[in-house]
């Protein structure tokens, strides 16, 4: 099996895995509080005139400057702020995770593209087998062609060979589709594709 080649630094696919963490975390607290959201509405207890007395008090606490804060009894809770604050987060949180998933699109392919490069011998190879084998069998398949021109069997006695790829010689066969998108890729040396289509037709004719 050959060696891969290990990459001293992968920074696409570190990020990648940092802002997954990330996102997930986010999504789970957008998620509470959307719950929590959820249930303070169900109450009915919000209203914009208790938002607004609210910061009235405080305000008004805020103008005594201390003096009076150990004699006063501390604000309740007020759950008309706690959605208000529910709501912003949510917004935050929901523009975090667009532009986080966005971002993640981007990472997704700069970290194929260092698995890629990571694998690029061994893929290499493994394409090269690809194309040497349909080669392999277009030769086949012209070699039996002129056997039995040669020894001239009956229709009936000629075996049908392997018809799945089908001719290189002919465009709509597999065999030619495959080795030219191979060939338009890069993968192939498109001047041997062309020689090869080329024999097979010869051998066809």
């Not at 667009?98 to 011998?121: H, K």
């Not at 000629?158 to 998108?181: D, F, H, I, K, T």
Request: hydrophobic letters at 45%; proline letters at 4%.
């Amino acid at each position: 099996m050959m060696k891969r080649k290990q990459p001293d630094s992968q920074p696409a696919t570190e990020a990648l895995a940092a802002l997954s963490a990330r996102l997930g975390e986010i999504r789970r607290q957008c998620n509470a509080d959307q719950a929590e959201l959820a249930r303070l509405e169900k109450t009915g207890v919000f209203s914009p005139s208790q938002s607004d007395a609210r910061k009235i008090a405080l305000a008004a606490r805020e103008l005594l400057n201390g003096a009076a804060a150990s004699l006063l009894q501390p604000l309740a809770n007020d759950a008309t702020e706690q959605i208000q604050a529910l709501r912003h987060n949510i917004l935050v949180a929901t523009a975090a995770l667009e532009e986080g998933e966005r971002l993640a699109a981007r990472l997704q392919r700069d970290a194929a593209q260092e698995r890629f490069t990571a694998n690029a011998d061994e893929i290499r190879k493994v394409f090269e087998d690809i194309t040497d084998a349909v080669v392999a069998l277009e030769h086949a398949q012209q070699r039996r062609d002129a056997l039995l021109k040669q020894i001239k069997l009956p229709a009936d006695m000629v075996p049908n060979g392997w018809p799945l790829l089908g001719r290189l010689g002919r465009s709509e066969s597999s065999a030619y589709r495959m080795l030219q998108a191979l060939a338009t890729s890069g993968w192939f040396p498109i001047d041997k594709f062309q020689a090869e289509v080329e024999r097979s037709r010869r051998a066809m004719s």
